[in-house]
């Protein structure tokens, strides 16, 4: 059964500074991993998603990577703003499966 | 942003009652699910649908059943609710499922108490 996990839980940084969120998953043999944010009360919404066959993604400042070998992607945002501040969860599919999430990494943008 | 409505988006509602939330969507994704998001559990896959009346349960289905007549609409009934069934609920929908390379997309939640 694959499990997801997110370390760390929380993270504070001040504005300007590069990041990185990590995900990690048990079982490698995932067809594709997704990254998404979440602001308070609000639903989820996707950043970025990366197919097996990928190594990586970018959209505007952020770019996720994965590698499968080691079970882990990464999301790295470049000159965080506090906009950024939200909780940001990885989920990742096996083959015919359902998307099992990570619980999250909440991250605070420091003015 | 999807096309993905969540209705009722707040709801309180007494022990024992049946509650039907509906999820509607106007993308035509053949996939739909339901999720539940609670502190220290994560998201978790309640019910989800491959089409038009083709459900299937999720990790945590006890308690809950689901219905899908049309494609845009997706209903998750808690036949007697349970304070345990206190709740962020979130519908999400997807064109490929498990087996492509499309991503899901969120409604923006339904926040249910149960008292």
């Known amino acids: 059964k694959q499990e997801v996990t997110q370390i760390p839980a929380a993270l504070s940084v001040p504005e300007g500074e590069n990041l990185v969120l990590n995900c990690s998953f048990t079982?490698?043999?995932?067809?594709?991993l997704q990254w998404f944010r979440q602001d308070p009360g609000k639903g989820l919404t996707s950043l970025l998603l990366?197919?097996?066959?990928?190594r990586e993604q970018t959209s505007g400042r952020l770019n996720a990577s994965l590698d499968k070998s080691s079970g882990r992607s990464t999301l790295y945002i470049a000159a965080s703003q506090p906009g950024d501040s939200a909780t940001y969860l990885c989920?990742?599919?096996?083959?015919?499966?359902?998307?099992?999430f990570g619980p999250g990494t909440r991250l605070s943008v420091l003015p | 942003d999807a096309g993905i409505t969540q209705s009722p988006r707040h709801k309180v509602t007494e022990t024992g009652t049946p509650v039907t939330l509906r999820c509607h969507q106007t993308?035509?994704?053949?996939?739909m699910y339901w999720y539940r998001q609670d502190p220290g559990h994560g998201l978790r896959l309640i019910h989800y649908?491959?089409?038009?009346?083709?459900?299937d349960k999720g990790e945590v289905s006890d308690g809950y059943s689901v219905s899908r007549s049309k494609t845009e609409d997706f209903l998750l009934t808690l036949e007697s609710a349970t304070s345990s069934q206190t709740s962020v609920y979130f519908c999400?929908?997807?064109?490929?499922?498990?087996?492509?390379?499309?991503?899901?997309?969120f409604g923006d939640g339904t926040r249910l108490s149960i008292l």
């Open positions: 993308e035509n994704h053949r996939y």
């Open positions: 649908s491959y089409g038009v009346k083709d459900t």
């Open positions: 990366i197919q097996s066959s990928q």
């Open positions: 999400a929908i997807s064109e490929s499922g498990g087996t492509g390379d499309k991503p899901q997309h």
């Open positions: 079982d490698s043999a995932i067809y594709n």
């Open positions: 989920a990742a599919l096996n083959y015919g499966q359902n998307f099992v």
